[in-house]
């Protein structure tokens, strides 16, 4: 083989060698832009920390609101017929308010009847008193015999007890006669009726029922647990299902607990009930003081898989996801009772778009309004 063939030959590797060199510089040389180009923020975010509030302390119950008292109104008089009806479900009444009249005319007969007889008795009376009187003038004479003269006496005591018997049977014919009128006997609302026209009804039947003074309670059953923290007068607030929520103050406990359900009855009285029922369901908290702890805004505590988590921002910009306590909520707040304390830096809004270890971009608040910042106190 020539010398010049061989020579090319030795060299064919190294230039390979060479070529392969150059090629693997070039795509280290095109990598390096990029893998030197820095990390993008996945989200701008505003922090926030833990702040001291107030926490109003609350205990939640259930019950039905009904009527403070009700009254049943029934009749007194028996076997009258019923001539008219006053007043219906709804109305407000007043005590002594008529509410149904009884047909008065049998009573009325009776009554005249009876006061006939109560004439026909005076009349009676006025004759033995006079016998009753000569006699005894005559009796110092003998004039008489004592037995006539006790005769005399007698008639005059027997005619006197007709008469006091006869009146008393007026007394009882007037009485009769007032009963024909059904009567309210307090100020309140009609919540029942049962009296129909025409109707011959015994004494006893019921014909209202009155929701007295119009007023209603709110009956809460309350664990065992609470009822020592509940006393008279703690106010309360109740929302009827449906309706808006309704101030009342708690009037009394209940001396016993339901063995079954270990828990108490509370009654609250509702001195302006608004649009609540008797009979309505409802729901309510007592307020029984305040207790001081920090708070983030609800925006900035996450759920996930039935825990609460905050996003904590790290000197790096870094978000890490941390556990944390919850404990009461009051208007946009949310009570932190444990997992961080009030130097953190959290994400306050937006957190549910990140995950642990994303970057961000930090930019300052907005400064809270003072309403806001006072809403727990005021509660």
């Known amino acids: 083989m020539p010398a010049s063939h061989r020579l090319l030959f030795a060299a064919a590797p190294l230039a390979v060698a060479l070529a392969a060199l150059a090629i693997t510089v070039v795509v280290h040389a095109a990598d390096a832009p990029a893998a030197a180009a820095p990390a993008k923020p996945a989200l701008t975010v505003t922090v926030t920390s833990p702040q001291p509030a107030s926490v109003p302390l609350k205990i939640a119950a259930n019950g039905n609101i009904a009527a403070w008292q009700e009254a049943s109104i029934g009749t007194e008089a028996n076997g009258l017929r019923l001539a008219e009806v006053r007043v219906n479900v709804g109305d407000v009444v007043k005590r002594g308010q008529a509410l149904a009249t009884f047909a008065p005319d049998t009573i009325a007969a009776e009554l005249a009847q009876t006061r006939a007889a109560v004439a026909e008795a005076e009349a009676t009376l006025a004759e033995a008193g006079a016998n009753a009187q000569r006699a005894r003038e005559l009796q110092a004479t003998g004039a008489l015999s004592a037995q006539q003269i006790n005769q005399y006496l007698t008639a005059e005591r027997t005619a006197q007890a007709r008469l006091e018997a006869q009146r008393a049977a007026a007394k009882t014919q007037q009485l009769r006669l007032a009963q024909t009128q059904v009567l309210a006997p307090d100020n309140g609302v009609i919540s029942a009726r049962s009296a129909t026209v025409g109707a011959v009804l015994p004494a006893g039947q019921e014909l209202f029922r009155l929701i007295r003074g119009g007023r209603l309670e709110w009956r809460a059953e309350v664990a065992a647990a609470d009822l020592a923290q509940l006393k008279p007068g703690v106010a309360a ?143």
Request: glycine share 14%; net charge positive.
């Open 237 to 379: 607030t109740v929302t009827p299902a449906g309706g808006t929520a309704i101030a009342g103050r708690l009037r009394m406990v209940a001396p016993t607990v339901d063995a079954a359900t270990r828990n108490g009855i509370v009654y609250v009285d509702l001195p302006q009930p608004g649009a609540a029922r008797a009979g309505m369901f409802a729901r309510g908290e007592f307020e029984i003081g305040q207790a001081q702890g920090l708070s983030l805004p609800q925006g900035a505590v996450l759920l996930r898989d039935g825990f609460s988590y905050v996003l904590r921002v790290g000197p790096d910009s870094k978000v890490q996801q941390v556990k944390v306590s919850t404990g009461r909520r009051w208007a946009d707040r949310v009570e932190i009772t444990g997992g961080v304390d009030r130097n953190a830096r959290v994400v306050a809004a937006g957190a549910g778009f990140l995950g642990d270890g994303d970057l961000v971009r930090v930019v300052d608040a907005a400064p809270a309004a003072p309403s806001a910042a006072s809403a727990p106190a005021a509660k």
